[in-house]
């Protein structure tokens, strides 16, 4: 099994910064991606960004592109997800997620789950 720990959320003003953290612990030797996805009041959750272990790759959704900032520390078994320039359509409850699968895309499959971190943004 792997834990995943979420945290760095909190309320900011349209425009600012936050940077949210995932900390695994346990198997995490078999995690091959990690990666952030979010879920908004009276939305379903969708994918964010994710992160390749092995290779570094990264992959981001549409409305994220060039705002977020997807890494790792494997050293730390942390990933981070720094935001920029965030809107009102970015608050969102965010959580951290990881997948055992070599092939199949984070955004398609999710072995766990952490409890996510509430990201609000005001405008």
């Known amino acids: 099994q792997v834990q995943l720990v979420d945290s760095g959320g909190g309320l900011v003003q349209a425009g600012s910064s936050l940077r949210l953290s995932c900390a695994a612990s346990g198997r995490t030797f078999s995690i091959r991606k990690l990666g952030w996805f979010r879920q908004a009041p009276g939305k379903e959750r969708e994918f964010v960004a994710s992160?390749?272990?092995?290779?570094?790759?990264?992959y981001y959704a549409d409305p994220v592109k060039g705002r977020f900032t997807i890494s790792g520390d494997n050293a730390k078994n942390t990933v981070f997800l720094q935001m920029n320039s965030l809107k009102p359509e970015d608050t969102a409850v965010y959580y951290c997620?990881?997948?055992?699968?070599?092939?199949?895309?984070?955004?398609?499959?999710?072995?766990?789950w952490g409890k996510g971190t509430l990201v609000t943004v005001s405008s």
């Open positions: 992160i390749t272990w092995s290779t570094g790759t990264t």
């Open positions: 997620a990881a997948s055992e699968n070599v092939v199949t895309a984070l955004r398609s499959g999710v072995d766990y």
